[in-house]
């Protein structure tokens, strides 16, 4: 009796184990740092998306590791490889900033994983550094200040002066908005990465007396400088521009009523009107009490994707090729509406010119005013030969 | 013309929060000899808790009254329990510790505020824009923060040539074995200093609050500014800290007004603009080298 207990007992282990070998997906991302807020949003957004599935994505039980970055480049090459080599994942994700994308995505996708980024998409992975292992699920970098570009230029303002810190990410920010801006620039100004007064700055483009004003600030740069820019007056005078980096729920938290009525670009906003935003931006709200960002939609997005192409093959990605071939047909119900990947693996999505706003409740948030571009395909498509 | 003293006053603004953070570092540095890298997470102490209060009550001043002895009491306590194991190690220890001490608070703070940044906006009496000269629009807030440290200045200088205290801390400075062997209570002296000096940093971190973002980590990026001001004007000295920090402000405030549109005389605009943009950004430890050149001790040294 007691030995058939026993081989009851062991033949339920072997069963549960068997069930419970779960597909694991490594997430890379920025947690601590002053950009903490941002890898928190893509995980919260990633998880949600799981805890919907109660625990699977596409039916398909995972299990997501997460790991913080701490934006260095060094030790978010040392995650990827032990989340490949020590937990042999073959689905990596989650990376906030470009220059630790850089460091870990040419090295990753080498190794037959595949990686999905739920933020960061430099141009140089978008053209002739495409891979196919590699797929960007919300933008590439420049879209959203072509999108502005775009706008300023339709608003009919000739002159503008542009503000972005002094590194590479800064000056890529201003190419994608030169791409579309049609008028003068009368400044093109680059500060110190980190710098938190500009009054300098402020003073010199009040003398420049441009039309209107378009910044790459990321992070709490931007805070400070729509805060100094409205206490100088400037805002009532000198139309302010700027892709959505600095007008996140959360940034418009810290930055108050100076935002108010500032125009930004971005692919997402959370009054999107298709039956998948509705859900989750209600979701997220129940789950997490407060407004999802555009890097949480990003984050969910992903997972739904990861979702969509691990229910094609039936949780098999030993196959990485057919799984890859499922990820790129993207079959699945974006937060954004419109969604399709191009030839580099980059979206081809809607972008939007979206305004910021005051709640009911006394808060800050964007509501879309126009979209711009459909269906828009990003600049460096055409390089990529895979 | 109206630009330039603007900019000059906006010099003068930067050189005087900068002012008030050296000015705490600089009496640590030279009367205890510790190198503490932590100062600037005094600074953000006193931005998140002036946010918080004034957010809370409504009141800046109520925000400033809080977040001063905040700073102080936080300073004394890590100067009790830290800082008085480290005072015979060397400097490399020192730094390490305090290193140390710079990840504690800002992971404490993102435990007790979380990751998103404060908000904190100007008072609204002190919103607005005063009009100096016809035609020059400068921000209240702004003028008041420079009357805000010029009394600080002028207090402090009351203390240290009209006080016993500050008779003994400058005593101290010169020559700290001689005014233990005098029976001062050098450990409490110590305590004092350090949370003076943590005050005078907290108060810079709530004047900032209203301009800045009150975030986990802020104190860092005025940090290598204040080690500049205090390495100009001489470690130990209160009349170098306000030189330096002064020279420091108005350095890198014109460099960073003017540097491009003189570099656009001289270059087509894509070569000024980058590097405009990188030689402003070096001026002040160009400026430093120089004078450590010129003057190896700084301006005014405590030590002469």
Redesign the interface.
């Given at each position: 009796m007691k030995k058939i207990g026993l081989t009851l007992l062991l033949l339920f282990t072997i069963v549960q184990l068997s069930t419970a070998a779960t597909l694991k997906i490594g997430m890379v991302t920025t947690l601590?740092?002053?950009a903490?807020?941002l890898g928190?949003d893509i995980r919260d957004g990633f998880a949600l998306a799981i805890e919907q599935g109660a625990g699977t994505l596409g039916g398909i039980p995972v299990e997501l590791m997460v790991e913080d970055d701490g934006r260095k480049p060094e030790k978010g090459k040392q995650i990827a490889e032990r989340f490949i080599k020590k937990e042999k994942a073959h689905i990596l994700t989650g990376i906030v900033f470009s220059n630790v994308a850089m460091a870990v995505v040419p090295k990753v996708v080498r190794q037959n994983v595949v990686y999905l980024s739920t933020n960061a998409a430099p141009s140089k992975l978008a053209g002739k550094g495409c891979n196919p292992n590699y797929f960007s699920v919300s933008y590439q970098n420049d879209n959203l200040d072509e999108v502005v570009g775009q706008y300023v230029t339709e608003a009919g303002h000739k002159t503008a002066y542009l503000i972005a810190p002094?590194y590479p990410a800064g000056k890529d920010h201003l190419a994608g908005f030169k791409r579309f801006y049609t008028g003068k620039i009368v400044?093109?100004?680059?500060?110190?990465l980190?710098?938190?007064?500009y009054?300098?700055?402020i003073?010199?483009l009040r003398?420049a007396k441009p039309e209107a004003v378009f910044f790459f600030l990321p992070?709490?740069m931007g805070?400070?400088f729509l805060?100094?820019y409205a206490?100088?007056?400037l805002s009532k005078e000198i139309p302010v521009y700027g892709p959505a980096f600095s007008f996140d729920e959360?940034?418009l938290?810290?930055?108050?009523?100076a935002a108010l009525g500032v125009k930004n670009g971005s692919q997402w906003t959370h009054d999107l009107d298709n039956a998948a935003n509705v859900e989750f931006v209600k979701a997220y709200q129940e789950k997490y009490g407060r407004m999802p960002t555009l890097y949480a939609a990003q984050g969910y997005d992903t997972a739904r994707l990861i979702g969509s192409a691990l229910k094609a093959v039936k949780g098999n990605i030993e196959d990485l090729d057919a799984f890859k071939a499922e990820l790129k047909k993207a079959d699945f119900a974006s937060v954004r509406g419109n969604f399709s990947f191009g030839v580099n693996q980059h979206p081809v999505q809607d972008v939007y010119i979206r305004e910021v706003i005051e709640t009911e409740n006394g808060g800050y948030t964007n509501k879309t005013v126009k979209k711009v571009f459909s269906n828009h395909i990003d600049a460096y498509a055409a390089e990529c030969k895979m | 013309m109206l630009l330039v003293v603007e900019q000059l006053l906006n010099g003068l603004q930067f050189g005087i929060t900068l002012f008030l953070m050296s000015a705490g570092l600089t009496l640590v540095f030279g009367i205890m000899q510790v190198i503490n890298l932590a100062h600037g997470s005094f600074y953000m102490i006193g931005a998140y808790v002036g946010a918080t209060v004034t957010v809370y009550t409504g009141s800046f001043l109520l925000g400033i009254a809080a977040a001063l002895p905040a700073s102080a009491v936080c300073g004394m306590v890590v100067e009790i329990i830290v800082l008085r194991k480290l005072y015979n190690r060397e400097h490399l220890d020192q730094v390490l510790a305090t290193f140390g001490l710079i990840m504690f608070f800002n992971e404490l703070t993102r435990i007790i505020w979380g990751r998103q940044p404060l908000f904190m906006d100007v008072p609204p009496w002190l919103s607005g824009n005063i009009e100096l000269l016809p035609g020059l629009f400068y921000p209240t807030y702004r003028l008041a923060v420079i009357g805000v440290g010029i009394l600080v200045a002028l207090v402090l200088w009351l203390i240290f040539s009209r006080t016993r205290i500050g008779m003994q801390i400058r005593a101290g400075a010169s020559n700290r074995d001689m005014i233990g062997a005098l029976g001062v209570n050098i450990k409490l002296l110590y305590t004092l200093v350090f949370g003076m000096g943590t005050a005078l940093a907290g108060l810079a971190g709530v004047m900032a609050g209203p301009i800045l973002a009150v975030e986990s980590g802020m104190g860092e990026s005025i940090l290598i500014l204040t080690f500049v001001v205090i390495v100009i004007g001489g470690i130990g000295s209160i009349r170098g800290a306000v030189a330096g920090a002064l020279l420091v402000g108005l350095v890198d405030t014109m460099g960073r007004a003017f540097l491009p549109a003189l570099f656009r005389f001289l270059f087509d605009s894509a070569t000024a603009d980058s590097a405009a943009a990188s030689l402003s950004s070096m001026a002040i430890y160009i400026l430093m080298a120089a004078i450590l050149v010129w003057k190896p001790k700084g301006l005014f040294p405590a030590h002469s």
């Open positions: 601590s740092t002053k903490g807020y928190e002094n400044g093109e100004v680059y500060t110190k980190g710098q938190s007064d009054a300098a700055e003073a010199a003398a992070g709490g805070i400070n805060k100094q206490q100088a007056g959360r940034i938290k810290a930055v108050g009523p | -």
